[in-house]
């Protein structure tokens, strides 16, 4: 027994498939930034660029371009969403960086 399928089904699945696709692959996306291992602040990159998980325990007088409103969420190369704990970011790719952290590659987002 051999179901024909009509040309309209075809099309109608095709447009539905395609829609699919880009909402699969943020989803896919959102997953891999969620399982990212944290930074260690011994990373050697997070040693040369002065990394510190909490804002308020950076050396000021090591780094004296530091304020205390600068904290990885409030920076450009940032990658999570505000509110959220931690996120990907620019600089340590493959990592995730505390909202609260701080390295002097800091930049104000626009």
Request: proline residues 9%.
């Amino acid at each position: 027994m051999q179901d024909k399928i009509s040309r309209r089904t075809l099309i109608k699945g095709g447009i539905l498939a395609g829609a699919c696709v880009p909402a699969l692959g943020l989803i896919a996306k959102e997953a891999a930034a969620a399982g990212l291992p944290p930074l260690s602040p011994s990373d050697p990159t997070a040693v040369a660029l002065g990394f510190e998980p909490n804002t308020a325990k950076v050396d000021d007088k090591k780094y004296p371009t530091h304020k205390a409103t600068q904290k990885c969420a409030t920076c450009a190369q940032f990658l999570g969403k505000p509110g959220q704990a931690s996120g990907g970011c620019n600089i340590f790719a493959g990592h995730s960086v505390p909202a609260n952290g701080w390295c002097s590659a800091w930049a104000q987002k626009p």
